[in-house]
């Protein structure tokens, strides 16, 4: 009987599972478990210099309102998306003015009015239809007014 050994249970083939962590975003939680471990295993004898554990802390309190503007930030935009329809409600029986798009065939500086008649909310996006059943964004409105009574 040889004594021969097997190839595969070699080192140099050898090759460690690739080790996979969840999230690749640190947030405040990881900070801190980070900042608690490094204070446990610290070296009794040469312990971490109070600049440092201020400096570290202060980074950690940065981070924690820098988080909490974000999700505030956040809640503002969301509910100032929800409530773009009833300001622009406001303009149903007045007199808007636009500017058409530059690739239309009239050139005139003057911009163009209506009446608006209802006011439509589509893909968080604003559009208002006019008496003359004319659709225009909310983005284009240049000008608001109440009309004169001639006009109606």
Same mark, same amino acid.
């Given at each position: 009987?040889?004594?021969?050994?097997?190839?595969?249970?070699?080192?140099?083939?050898?090759?460690?599972?690739?080790?996979?962590?969840?999230?690749?975003?640190?947030?405040?939680?990881?900070?801190?478990?980070?900042?608690?471990?490094?204070?446990?295993?610290?070296?009794?004898?040469?312990?971490?210099?109070?600049?440092?554990?201020?400096?570290?802390?202060? &980074?950690?309190? $940065?981070?924690?309102?820098? =988080?909490?503007?974000?999700?505030?930030?956040?809640?503002?935009? #969301?509910?100032? @998306? %929800?409530?773009?329809?009833?300001?622009?409600?406001?303009?149903?029986?007045?007199?808007?003015?636009?500017?058409?798009? &530059?690739?239309? $065939?009239?050139?005139?500086? =003057?911009?163009?009015?209506?009446?608006?008649?209802?006011?439509? #909310?589509?893909? @968080? %996006?604003?559009?208002?239809?006019?008496?003359?059943?004319?659709?225009?964004?909310?983005?284009?409105?240049?000008?608001?007014?109440?009309? $004169?009574?001639?006009?109606?």
């Amino acid at each position: 009987m040889a004594n021969t050994i097997d190839s595969s249970l070699l080192l140099s083939n050898y090759k460690p599972p690739e080790r996979q962590t969840g999230n690749q975003i640190l947030g405040k939680d990881d900070f801190l478990k980070i900042l608690l471990v490094q204070l446990q295993n610290q070296d009794p004898l040469n312990p971490m210099e109070d600049k440092e554990f201020i400096a570290q802390m202060a &980074s950690f309190s $940065t981070l924690e309102q820098i =988080t909490n503007m974000a999700t505030e930030l956040e809640q503002f935009i #969301q509910l100032q @998306n %929800e409530n773009a329809i009833l300001r622009y409600s406001e303009m149903i029986g007045k007199k808007v003015y636009w500017e058409e798009d &530059s690739d239309e $065939t009239d050139t005139s500086d =003057t911009p163009t009015s209506g009446i608006v008649k209802s006011v439509l #909310q589509k893909n @968080n %996006e604003i559009f208002l239809e006019l008496e003359d059943g004319k659709m225009i964004s909310g983005k284009q409105i240049i000008k608001v007014e109440t009309p $004169t009574e001639e006009i109606r």
